[in-house]
């Protein structure tokens, strides 16, 4: 399957992580389990949505990092890349992303292969409180579909509402990958800084 990849893509972190970064984009033993699309490196394609990820983790962090936001270009795609594209929310989608959130052990996974690249809509923000709901009510996955896209206010949320996620889930993509810069949040503006490594290569 040939796909077509957005060139720039947008993580969310925080500043106290870019260093490390910097060194190296995908690193599996940090990758979390029991998330959307599985253990992987999640970026976007919506600076927007990186920003909002990049607020949770700086709430989150211990180390008193600030919002961050990494700036990354895929230049290429390694051979015989295993890609996963869900267009749009579909029943499909929702059992994916169940049996992944479910999946909280490090190292499992329900996929007999998982793909290298995972691309599709995000679940909603309180996912995890629906799928704990679901397993002590014994809900199936058609149950965890309406939910997941149904918001507050009980209205229909669409792809789009959702926002998107691009998820390596393999370390092959790494040579692939380039850290352009970063963006951090100074608590009145989003202040850019190219990364070293960009600025290295320019000047050679």
């Known amino acids: 399957m040939d796909i077509t990849t957005p060139q720039l893509l947008y993580h969310g972190t925080t500043s106290d992580t870019v260093q490390s970064f ?18 992987g490196f999640y970026t976007t394609i919506s600076i927007a949505q990186a920003r909002k990820w990049s607020h949770k983790a700086a709430k989150e962090s211990w180390d008193g990092g600030r919002p961050c936001v990494l700036v990354i270009e895929l230049a290429s795609l390694p051979e015989r890349v295993e890609p996963l594209l869900f267009l749009s929310d579909s029943p499909s989608w929702a059992s994916f992303i169940y049996a992944h959130r479910r999946a909280a052990v490090k190292g499992t996974d329900p996929c007999e292969r ?23 009510l014994k809900k ?23 926002g998107n996620q691009v998820v390596f889930c393999s ?3 790494e040579s692939h990958l380039r850290l352009l810069g970063y963006h951090i949040y100074t608590g009145s503006r989003w202040m850019y800084h190219e990364s070293e490594i960009a600025g290295q290569a320019k000047r050679v």
């Open 171 to 173: 370390e092959r993509f």
């Open 140 to 162: 199936d996955d058609r149950w965890f579909y309406e939910q997941i896209t149904m918001s507050r206010s009980g209205k229909r949320l669409d792809a789009l509402s959702l």
């Open 114 to 136: 998982h793909p290298d690249v995972v691309i599709g809509p995000m679940a909603d923000n309180d996912t995890g409180k629906i799928v704990h709901k679901a397993v002590q």
């Open 22 to 39: 910097e060194r190296r984009l995908l690193h599996s033993p940090y990758w979390r389990p029991g998330r959307d699309f599985g253990e």
